[in-house]
């Protein structure tokens, strides 16, 4: 165990700047830059097939297709894994610090805005056209 009590066992103090660090997703980290490559993909596709839902099939084919419906839905339920698991993505600040308290990235993160933009993001606009 170091001095800030990073391999803290049950009951150990661990450094308050540390606490809940094990839950904060980094930057770095290979599965975050993964699943932002799936988020660029996702978002490329709705750039695509929402104003083709909207303006030229005007909603029948994402009722009438069932792969286009579970993939829309799919894709919506990934939105939503994405607004969750931003609330622990550690972030720089303006000084290009990397800011890991849990309270602060959640924080953060509703501020910016990008909380409702997401959480509108993820509603299930497949739905929408039944």
Known sequence: CDKYGSMAKHGERIHPSLRG???VIFPDNRWAQRWDFIMILVIIYFAFSVPYQLGISGGVTAVTSTGFF?????????????TFLSFFRA????????VYSLPSIRREYIRSGWFFINLLASFPSTVSWL
């Open 21 to 23: 660090i094990r839950y």
């Open 70 to 82: 579970v993939f829309n839905v799919i894709a919506n339920c990934i939105f939503a894994v994405d």
């Open 91 to 98: 972030y720089r600040d303006n000084k290009g610090k990397l």
